[in-house]
């Protein structure tokens, strides 16, 4: 009878949640294509004499010795510590290992604004083009080892790059693949699914779930019935739902159950003037990060409700930068990979904003930015769940993996420490995603996704971007191969 009713618990398990494939996938055997790009083939390593930054937020320990056994981290030790006769030694003298990032808004496509000029005028339909094939390679370059596609526009081909990178047939970090925008009527792209009803909204989590996807993000324009219909679908199946709103507020949605929200305090529009109930006005929320200071009783009282509902909140910080006038300049490098349709709209979309230098947008700008920066922290002491991703869209400044180093860089200038920042893009989301028993820190027993690094990132951030070996399972990706592999293609496939 006992067996009977397991049996049948099994199976209704099974018609729920078998279509997904998980997250993390078992090590898979490396085909010739990813092989190109191994440095450091798996089996039992020892990387030794490392400083070690552990993702838990703990401080930097130095002169360590991490054994690799297969794709598990098999211990940590000082470097004095004899290591065993079977391990394969890597001297990591001067270098630092920090966890795989865990990028929770980056996504496998790229925004091109058709027949873009220098005054910024561009024409619609905006068709959003799939970069399959080069942001896994800058994202696993660049040492992000599990991420979020955070809204897809071609599902079935994020599907499907997830299987054959967990096949060992194309190289990427793990994925987690969200489905479809969940959007109404308004969407600024045309490649949508327009969601109608609430039973609508249920329908299309019910079917993207069925094809596999492992989260759901909301969008700009979708209503409170058909956000809450659509969250209950994913909670029924045990699937998360995060949200770039406008329609629905950051009270609203939390009062819906959303897990999630995404461009930390920027896109809530609970303050803003003649707010419609489920419609984004035109102000998308300025009006409400502008007033909505740190520490003031209305940032108060919605981190509050933040962090008792256990909504987490996912920073973009790179995107909002880039409409900050006269902030970094992207790096040689950075340009490097870039199409050269996408250097030239990135730079006439620079000039605009730096054009606003000195002028009252300018300063609106700088003041919505320093007001987010500040609530992101507030909601950080108030014990939120803080996580991390770039957001690469935007002005087209903000490029797969790169950014994912300046996210950690512009936390510490928001006030974190680097091993805070580092927690923040690594055990942070390892954690949202269920998975902080398996990645985000180092410790035994837990995935060997790991980022070697030429210098001291505790001491100085900017280090995190001399990547020498990126981990993923237990294997050592090649940065340098990898981003040649992609020069002058990003922005075109
Ligand atoms: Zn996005």
Redesign the pocket.
């Known amino acids: 009878m006992k067996f009977r009713l397991f049996a049948a618990a099994a199976a209704v398990f099974m018609a729920t949640s078998a279509a997904a494939a998980p997250v993390l996938a078992p090590p898979p055997i490396l085909g010739p294509d990813v092989q190109a790009f191994v440095k450091v083939q798996g089996g039992r390593i020892a990387i030794s004499h490392v400083r070690v930054i552990d993702g838990t937020g703990a401080a930097a320990v130095e002169d360590q010795t991490i054994l690799i056994d297969g794709a598990r981290i098999a211990a940590m030790q000082p470097a004095s510590s004899a290591i065993p006769a079977d391990y394969r030694v890597i001297d990591g003298s001067g270098e630092t290992v920090i966890p795989g990032l865990v990028g929770m808004?980056n996504?496998l496509f790229y925004l091109q604004r058709p027949n873009l000029d220098p005054s910024g005028h561009f024409e619609q339909p905006i068709i959003i083009p799939q970069m399959t094939f080069s942001a896994p390679r800058l994202y696993l370059a660049n040492g992000v080892t599990t991420m979020r596609t955070?809204?897809s526009v071609e599902t079935y081909t994020d599907l499907a790059l997830k299987r054959e990178i967990d096949a060992g047939h194309l190289v990427g970090p793990h994925l987690d693949v969200t489905g479809p925008y969940l959007e109404g009527a308004g969407a600024f792209f045309i490649q949508n699914h327009v969601i109608t009803s609430p039973d609508d909204a249920r329908k299309e989590v019910a079917f993207w779930a069925d094809q596999g996807v492992n989260s759901f993000k909301a969008y700009m324009n979708i209503s409170r019935a058909e956000l809450g219909a659509a969250i209950k679908e994913a909670h029924r199946r045990g699937l998360k739902v995060t949200g770039?709103l406008c329609s629905v507020t950051y009270p609203e949605a939390i009062a819906l159950g959303i897990d999630d929200l995404?461009h930390g305090f920027f896109v809530n529009t609970q303050l803003d003037p003649g707010k419609q109930p489920d419609k984004c006005p035109d102000t998308a929320g300025d009006p409400t990060i502008t007033a909505m200071t740190p520490g003031s009783p209305e940032a108060t009282a919605l981190i509050k409700l933040l962090v008792d509902r256990h909504v987490a909140i996912t920073s973009t910080l790179p995107v909002f930068e880039q409409s900050v006038p006269l902030h970094s300049p992207l790096q040689a490098r950075q340009m490097d990979v870039l199409s050269p349709q996408a250097k030239e709209s990135y730079l006439y979309s620079r000039n605009r904003v730096n054009s606003r230098a000195g002028t009252p947008a300018g300063a609106a700008e700088a003041l919505m930015y320093k007001n987010d920066l500040g609530l992101e922290r507030q909601f950080v002491a108030a014990g939120g769940l803080l996580i991390a991703g770039p957001?690469p869209?935007g002005n087209g400044g903000t490029i797969p993996g790169f950014a994912d180093q300046r996210e950690v860089e512009l936390l510490v200038e928001a006030g974190f420490t680097p091993v805070e920042a580092i927690r923040i893009a690594t055990l942070n989301g390892a954690t949202y995603l269920g998975l902080a028993d398996r990645i985000g820190s180092i410790a035994p027993g837990k995935n060997a996704d790991l980022i070697v690094i030429r210098g001291n990132p505790a001491a100085n951030i900017a280090d995190i971007e001399k990547v020498d070996t990126v981990l993923k399972d237990g294997v050592g990706y090649d940065t340098e191969k990898l981003l040649d592999s992609v020069r002058g293609r990003f922005g075109q496939y």
């Open positions: 808004h996504h955070t809204g770039h995404e957001d869209t």
